[in-house]
């Protein structure tokens, strides 16, 4: 399990890592107009596509990358948390402590 743990965490940080390639390489989002920004809006999916409030929607590495990268990264572990629960038989299940060398 923490293998696939880890990998899912690998995964989104590479979806923000290349969104945020992108957004830069073209000097920010292009309201739809953009060479990049329709990728840039798929990577960001589907926390992209919520209307967000308008002190949010302001700063578009905000609602495009950010705020992506922190629900998604925040759904990994609390599935991987619920996985680990259930496989538990309901027993709260702490991670492993870190091995001292």
């Known amino acids: 399990m923490a293998a696939k743990m880890k990998a ?3 995964v989104v940080t590479i979806v923000a890592a290349v ?24 990577l960001g999916l589907p926390w992209a596509a919520i209307p967000w409030p308008g002190f949010v ?5 905000a609602w495009l990358i950010g705020l992506p990268l ?3 990264l925040g759904s990994v572990l609390l ?3 619920a ?10 299940v702490s ?3 870190a091995q001292r060398i």
């Open 8 to 10: 899912a965490l690998v």
């Open 57 to 61: 929607i302001r700063y578009d590495f």
């Open 83 to 92: 996985i680990r629960a259930a496989r538990a038989g309901g027993k709260p």
């Open 19 to 42: 969104a945020v390639s992108l957004f830069f390489v073209q000097g920010g989002f292009g309201g739809g107009h953009g060479r990049f920004d329709r990728t840039i809006f798929i």
């Open 79 to 81: 599935i991987g948390a």
């Open 95 to 97: 991670p492993k402590p």
């Open 70 to 72: 922190i629900l998604n």
